[in-house]
């Protein structure tokens, strides 16, 4: 009898295919601040990031918009370091999840995990996912590379307590029962030490997930070195190799698809899809999400998008009709393919521009009897 399992993933875009027959707005990323303790060389949003917080749309206004929008299921509130300060908690964190709580939706915070226990006390009761960023090789790699690109940075024993709280945090959190996940982004610098952090992930830290994402050439990231496909499925299928059975796995934006004619690329896929406790996420962003800044009112598709550019703004438009906006632009019909045979929704336009530059992604290329769905 088999006993694998397949952990039920809330944050999947296809939920939203099987419930409405199409890609449909069920989760929202809200910016909650633009402040942050670190200035990380990898920052997706580095260059957005100030010192000095603006003052944000009142959460009445924002949930009067949230409210029309049925499909939510899923919330995420990202930054800069959302938890950083207990006002920036207070005033425009906690309404929006106690509001999320109250509709039965999903909710995850992105924190660099490095703050007071007390700030994670505060929004604990309301919360579903804590997720962090863990790319740190060692505390040294941390010390550098986690304030490469701050003009002040602290002393080098204040930087390194900061990365000792994270495995204090994250341990305490997971003993008190959070479900906290982390994210390692695959790129020359932490593929060397991957093993180690997913042991790290897993052993030290208590984490109930460890996510596997490819490292994106965007913003502070963009002076990275990516790594190549063929890289990327080797350390894939080492992961695969040392890997804690006991620790989810979520393969997200994994650059590999099921309509790929390499046959290393299917072998790969098929070990993942066989393999317990290991999941691959379509991408959101674009398919099921939007990013809310909660002090512009600027509605995005993600941070990750090329131009950046405001879709539209909640002070004038409903967020339904800036996402029927987007699904007509040209840059989302040419990423949004889809394989019901899979499960697939394509690759997003940063991976495809990555590493699919020229090729086509054709919707129903993997046909109905595929054994991977
Ligand atoms: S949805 Fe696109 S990427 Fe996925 S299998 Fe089909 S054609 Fe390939």
Redesign the pocket.
């Known amino acids: 009898m088999s006993t694998m399992t397949k952990p039920y993933d809330q944050w999947e875009s296809y939920h939203d295919i099987d419930r409405y027959g199409k890609l449909t707005l069920s989760n929202i990323e809200f910016t909650t601040t633009n402040l942050c303790n670190m200035r990380c060389a990898h920052c997706a949003v580095g260059y957005t990031l100030q010192t000095k917080e603006a003052a944000a749309i009142p959460s009445e206004e924002i949930i009067k918009r949230l409210d029309s929008v049925e499909t939510l299921r899923v919330m995420s509130f990202t930054g800069g370091e959302p938890l950083l300060t207990k006002r920036g908690i207070r005033d425009n964190l906690l309404p929006l999840l106690k509001y999320a709580k109250s509709r039965g939706i999903k909710t995850q915070i992105n924190s660099n995990l490095t703050l007071p226990m007390s700030h994670y006390e505060l929004v604990a009761p309301y919360l579903d996912v804590m997720h962090i960023s863990h790319n740190w090789c060692d505390e040294r790699e941390f010390v550098e590379t986690g304030f490469a690109m701050m003009e002040q940075k602290p002393s080098i024993e204040k930087r390194a307590s900061l990365y000792r709280n994270i495995l204090d945090n994250a341990r305490e959190l997971s003993k008190g029962g959070m479900f906290v996940s982390a994210e390692t982004m695959l790129n020359r610098n932490t593929v060397p030490f991957i093993e180690k952090i997913h042991h790290e992930v897993a052993d030290e830290m208590l984490c109930k997930r460890h996510e596997i994402h490819p490292m994106y050439a965007s913003d502070f990231a963009s002076a990275l070195d990516v790594i190549n496909l063929d890289e990327y499925r080797d350390v894939v299928n080492q992961i695969l190799d040392f890997r804690n059975e006991d620790i989810w796995i979520l393969f997200g934006t994994l650059p590999f698809?099921?309509?790929s004619t390499d046959e290393r690329d299917k072998a790969l896929l098929s070990r993942i899809h066989e393999a317990s406790n290991i999941t691959i996420r379509n991408d959101v962003d674009g398919r099921s999400r939007m990013n809310l800044n909660i002090f512009t009112g600027d509605v995005s598709v993600s941070d990750f998008t090329d131009d950046g550019a405001a879709l539209g703004n909640i002070k004038t438009a409903s967020l339904e009709e800036i996402y029927t906006k987007w699904l007509s632009t040209n840059i989302s019909s040419s990423i949004n393919?889809?394989?019901p045979a899979?499960k697939?929704?394509?690759?997003n336009i940063i991976v495809k521009n990555m590493y699919y530059p020229t090729q086509k992604?054709?919707?129903g290329?993997?046909k109905g009897d595929y054994s991977h769905a």
């Open positions: 698809y099921p309509c393919c889809h394989c899979v697939c929704l394509g690759p992604f054709t919707s290329t993997v």
